[in-house]
């Protein structure tokens, strides 16, 4: 079975500092993507980044960008020039696929983000 | 946005008493799931379903049930609400050659 471990409960930068959360992964499978979601206060679940496993580039959108280490199944996400409005929870999944095509989504435990003003 | 509504959004129930929680999406996707989220675990997947009538247990299934009637609607029912099922639970859907996974609002329950 598919595991993620986020190993940093909280997590905490000033403004338009940098930061970076930790995601490790464990799957025998060979063909499946990666993604960071965003939980701020109102609960919705954003999806911030997503990595194909298949692809070594690593995945970048705008401030937020990927550090994508196969062999070392490891995921780590970083934010650049930090904003008040990044503040939440982030959350590291795995995406396998189970039987009928359904996606099989195994997240971590979380990583709760505070910048400081 | 992808049109995913939850309903309620918050409920307090008592222990014992069965408690349906109802997921519709507009957007025709073939793929639902419920998970539940709780404090130290992410979230974690319920039961899902692949078409109507289709479903299938995930990694949490015990003490819950699902029914899925029409395309746009999935039930989550707990047919006897206990003190551990007190949790967020998120509706998603997901489509086939769609990579990214939908999510709703969630709806908070808790049982006293």
């Known amino acids: 079975a598919q595991t993620v471990t986020q190993s940093q409960p909280e997590m905490s930068v000033q403004e338009a500092e940098t930061v970076t959360l930790s995601c490790t992964y464990d799957?025998?499978?060979?063909?499946?993507?990666l993604f960071w979601y965003k939980q701020p206060p109102s609960r919705q679940m954003i999806l911030v980044i997503r990595?194909?496993?298949?692809?070594?580039q690593n995945a970048t959108e705008n401030r937020f960008s990927v550090n994508f280490q196969k062999a070392a199944k490891s995921f780590s996400l970083k934010i650049s020039d930090s904003q008040l409005g990044d503040a939440a929870m982030y959350f590291c999944a795995y995406r396998g696929l189970m039987a009928q095509g359904a996606q099989k989504l195994v997240f971590g435990q979380g990583t709760r983000l505070t910048i400081n003003p | 946005d992808a049109g995913i509504t939850q309903s309620p959004r918050h409920k307090v129930t008592e222990t014992g008493t069965p408690v349906t929680l109802r997921c519709h999406q507009t957007e025709n996707h073939r793929y639902m799931y419920w998970y539940r989220q709780d404090p130290g675990h992410g979230l974690r997947l319920i039961h899902y379903s692949y078409g109507v009538k289709d479903t299938d247990k995930g990694e949490v299934s015990d003490g819950y049930s699902v029914s899925r009637s029409k395309t746009e609607d999935f039930l989550l029912t707990l047919e006897s609400a206990t003190s551990s099922q007190t949790s967020v639970y998120f509706c998603a859907i997901s489509e086939e050659l769609n990579t990214e996974a939908f999510f709703g609002q969630g709806t908070r329950l808790t049982v006293v």
């Open positions: 990595q194909e496993a298949y692809k070594q």
């Open positions: 799957t025998s499978e060979s063909d499946y993507y």
